[in-house]
């Protein structure tokens, strides 16, 4: 198969993706915004050019316009691209910076797979969790609004949305989800493993080592006021597991809580 693979800041989430389809024969052409000075084998990229500045007429919002020329600029590489005889089997776009907008209108046979990795809320940036932040501003919230067209613009476009977990799927308005797809990108083992030659440096005085832990007998973790009370759960089952491996641990937020090994 002939793919595509295209993210403003390539490879992004398909870092992995890319050498797992060369390796299994298809042809791979990738497209970003930025240069790539070390190419991996057997993939071809392209990094589109930027358009002219559009002058005295100018966007309310500086990111939507950049976004939408960010989606000009892939259609005229895909162009380019098509005149030289390449047809994509599937192409697969970051939805989130206006890079799949037009794609449709150069490859309308291609299988086009949005990756919409958000669905931008106040939430997200911990409005109504954290209490620091206070109100969101209502210019905030509009732009959010805003970032959102790109995703909803390829998930009409598309073929079908995919995302590797159920939380970021959860985060599209509840009408969307049936379009998508949860695919779990899966863990490189090799990548993600211990590595006993580790080794990390807490104070001037104090470096661990593998097998080193027993030197520390007391952790401190330092969290915001509400992360105690809101997030208490998450905090508290990572401290017990801590604490269950012979440490003294101490969260300090509006109060302090200590626990021994004993009470953990």
């Avoid at 298809?26 to 559009?54: F, N, S, T």
């Avoid at 206006?98 to 990756?115: M, N, Q």
């Amino acid at each position: 198969m002939q793919i595509l693979l295209v993210h403003q800041n390539f490879p992004g989430q398909f870092r992995d993706l890319a050498p797992r389809l060369i390796q299994r024969g298809h042809q791979v052409v990738a497209m970003g915004q930025r240069p790539m000075p070390k190419v991996p084998p057997g993939l071809q990229y392209l990094q589109y050019e930027p358009l002219a500045d559009g002058g005295a007429r100018q966007l309310a919002d500086p990111d939507l316009e950049q976004n939408l020329k960010r989606g000009a600029r892939v259609q005229a590489q895909a162009k380019r691209l098509k005149e030289k005889g390449f047809e994509p089997d599937a192409v697969v776009a970051h939805s989130g910076w206006g890079e799949a907008l037009y794609l449709r209108e150069v490859w309308p046979r291609a299988i086009l797979l949005a990756y919409p990795e958000l669905y931008a809320k106040p939430e997200l940036l911990g409005f109504g969790f954290d209490r620091d932040l206070g109100e969101i501003g209502e210019g905030l919230r509009q732009s959010m609004k805003r970032q959102n067209f790109m995703a909803l613009a390829a998930i009409a476009d598309a073929d079908a949305a995919v995302v590797p977990t159920q939380f970021q799927r959860d985060t599209f308005p509840a009408h969307l989800r049936g379009r998508f797809q949860v695919i779990h990108e899966g863990v490189d083992t090799e990548r993600a493993q211990p590595y006993p030659k580790r080794h990390v440096r807490l104070s001037e005085q104090l470096m661990l080592r593998h097998g080193e832990a027993s030197r520390v007998s007391s952790l401190f973790y330092l969290t915001p006021p509400t992360a105690v009370f809101l997030g208490w759960v998450s905090y508290g089952e990572t401290m017990g597991l801590v604490a269950m491996g012979g440490f003294l641990v101490a969260v300090a937020g509006v109060f302090l809580v200590t626990r021994t090994p004993k009470e953990a």
